[in-house]
DNA sequence: AGTGAAAGTACAGCTGA
DNA sequence: TCAGCTGTACTTTCACT
């Protein structure tokens, strides 16, 4: 894994703004323990190899008006390369589609869908989803409730794995 | 909707730092056409409000050597309110599972984890999930290849659909 | 507008291969 | 010795009143 080259304090630097992402430069160095410029430093180098891809601000989707979320599996009539890339060409077309995933296994998409209303949502449904070429199958799921949405990646596990391996 | 509480420049303001939450305040206020105090205001309120949950960067899960991503589906033997919560509970605790939401229709929730390979996956799911009290059925699904994760909502959609309304 | 703090730069010293 | 990282000193820019 390329995390081996990652020494403590980057690891740190990346769990501590994953955590909170707009933590002033001298905040992040006191906690990681070195002073102000390195960490800065680090954080840039971070970023340019990729593993910062970005910051975010992590908006309320209920306040702002998005009241549903749905769970779409999606199975296709053709599993060609061509066909599966046409159909994830549109999935990054579509706004509602916040996730897109491809599977193995029965189904071939997992799609992970926003909307403000119910009505709404089945528009896109009956109007771009289900009409749109090479689709077979569609199953939604709505979400009744939220139960865990964590940001990222568990960065105590990473350790514990690094210390197991050492 | 509770958007409606929210002006032009506040919706401006979240879609700016939803796009780059690491951006400078000076940088947001040109961006929105404020100048800056004011637009530290709004950022502070809308913060306070719970329109903004917090900011997050966004790491490469590969990069740092979570090479696996899985969905779950999870039946349990009893709906009931307690079992529910008592399951939620423990997806809460374990940190391979990212997400966990509650469906309608035949599964009842729906679990995103990551894990650094799939032996350790395979792992949580005998020895953690498979093994959890109330647990039914569980089907899993790898993710072949990401096709789009886009973080938070389609700030278009909402601006669409207010123009609509007025 | 003005003050105090943080970001970012330049440079010099330290440490390990 | 030399590369790489660190910390101090300083300027510019930003946060906040």
Sequence with gaps: ??????????????A???ADGRMTNVELAKRVGISAPPCLR???????AGYIRGY???VDARELGFEVQ??????????????LSAFEARCREWPLVRECHM????????LK?????????????TAEL??????GSVKTSLVIRGTKDEPGVPFDVLENRLRQQA
Tied chains: 1, 2.
């Excluded at 680090?42 to 340019?48: A, P």
């Excluded at 869908?113 to 449904?125: E, M, N």
Aim: proline fraction near 4%.
């Design 1 to 14: 894994m390329s995390a081996t080259r990652l020494d403590p304090i980057d690891r740190k630097i990346l």
């Design 16 to 18: 501590e703004l994953q």
């Design 42 to 48: 680090r954080v840039r180098t971070l970023e340019e």
């Design 56 to 58: 975010h601000a992590e």
């Design 70 to 83: 749905v769970f779409a599996m999606v199975g296709l009539q053709s599993q060609a390369e061509s066909d």
């Design 103 to 110: 599977l193995n296994g029965e189904v071939d998409f997992i």
């Design 113 to 125: 869908c926003v909307a403000p209303d119910l009505s709404s949502f089945q528009t896109f449904l």
């Design 130 to 135: 289900l009409t749109s070429p090479n689709v």
